[in-house]
């Protein structure tokens, strides 16, 4: 897991621009949906990231997992903060 201190916003926008910049590169040679091809960087890799502004005697934290799905029609980002206090999935 890679750890960061962030905004919200910042962190996606961050993430987005990673995998806008890398090309179609990467560990995964599973088929892909070639409009998807530059989110490839980040699949099977975990996020982690602490709130900037959260006390370190209870951290705010937010996980995010990008995973392919759907036959490689579909990535799927599985996200949690505090462990399950939140948690979403979006792809």
Not at 34 to 50: D, M, N, Q, S
Not at 77 to 89: D, E, F, P, R, T
Request: net charge positive.
């Amino acid at each position: 897991m890679k750890s960061i201190i962030f905004h919200r916003h910042a962190f996606w926008v961050a993430l987005l621009g990673a995998a806008l910049s890398v090309g179609g590169q990467g560990a995964d040679k599973a088929p892909l949906n070639p409009h998807l091809e530059p989110l490839r960087p980040l699949l099977r890799k975990t996020w982690k990231g602490v709130f900037a502004g959260s006390k370190a005697e209870k951290p705010t934290v937010d996980v995010a997992r990008w995973e392919r799905a759907l036959n490689g029609q579909a990535v799927r980002v599985l996200h949690s903060i505090n462990q399950g206090v939140y948690g979403a999935k979006s792809g």
